[in-house]
């Protein structure tokens, strides 16, 4: 990977991207960094990852031909403001692809891209608080099948998940996207386009009319039925009553064996 041309693309000077042959995690590479003051927009690039985390605790396998990388956002957010931004995020993502393949990933609420039913890319969202409780930054980071061989995933992970490459038969510019990336996921801190990308969001989610199994608490299946101004899941259980599901684990039926 060459990290000129990817700052060059991104329009950003070229010390705004730290390139990494292999890291444990590169959200924990970009902590440290933010600890140290590394100003917003600073990005860290993973060839590979040797303990890459997703969301509620989960391994992210991080082999070759695929894209690590975690921004560090400085936004001035409320805890309110910061609600939103996996949802945000994953619409950045998602339009950053688009711009370079010409294929426009879907939504699995909430911070999953899917390529028709198997995932392409999962976002997980890190804030960090001043002792007075005010945001400090917020690490986002997203690992994204581009290149990779879909043998490259373990057994389970191989139903599940797929690869720009693998979906498209065609090798794809990974400095191309990853420029992509580092200009379009900012935009999700920018509060002017928050309605616009929530909108885009909903539009492109898939979860929603489904059924689905709602868990990480008491665990009961639902209709999905809107996507809030929070970007909280609104589903209707079977009795009837309505919930907001803003954090665990919704599965959505037909998609990653929620038969
Ligand atoms: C998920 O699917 O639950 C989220 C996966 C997020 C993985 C990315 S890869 C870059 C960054 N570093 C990590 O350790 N995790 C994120």
């Not at 409320?78 to 692809?97: D, F, N």
Request: aromatic share 6%; proline share 3%.
């Amino acid at each position: 990977m060459d990290a000129k041309r990817i700052c060059r693309l991104a329009g950003v000077e070229e010390d705004r991207l730290i390139l990494l042959e292999e890291t444990e995690s590169t959200n924990d590479t970009a902590k440290a960094l933010a600890r140290q003051g590394a100003p917003h927009g600073t990005a860290v690039l993973a060839l590979r990852q040797t303990a890459g985390r997703g969301r509620l605790g989960r391994s992210f396998l991080s082999p070759a031909g695929g894209i690590y990388l975690s921004l560090i956002l400085r936004p001035s957010f409320t805890a309110q403001e910061l609600m939103p931004l996996t949802a945000l995020l994953a619409a950045c993502a998602a339009r950053a692809v688009e711009e370079v393949s010409n294929i426009l990933p879907q939504f699995k609420w909430v911070n999953d891209l899917l390529l028709g039913d198997k995932k392409l890319a999962g976002i997980l969202t890190e804030p960090a608080f001043k002792g007075d409780g005010t945001l400090d930054f917020v690490i986002c980071g997203i690992g994204l099948n581009c290149n990779t061989d879909p043998c490259e995933f373990q057994e389970e992970v191989q139903a599940m998940a797929t690869s720009l490459k693998a979906f498209t038969g065609r090798e794809q510019d990974m400095e191309r996207l990853v420029s992509a990336l580092i200009r379009h996921l900012p935009q999700a801190c920018v509060r002017e386009e928050k309605a616009k990308l929530l909108d885009f969001y909903r539009a492109h989610c898939v979860t929603l009319g489904k059924p689905v199994r709602v868990m990480g608490g008491e665990v009961y299946t639902a209709t999905a039925l809107d996507v809030d101004e929070n970007a909280a899941l609104i589903v209707r259980d079977e009795q009837g009553e309505l919930h907001t599901v803003s954090a665990g684990e919704v599965s959505v039926r037909g998609l990653y064996g929620y038969a």
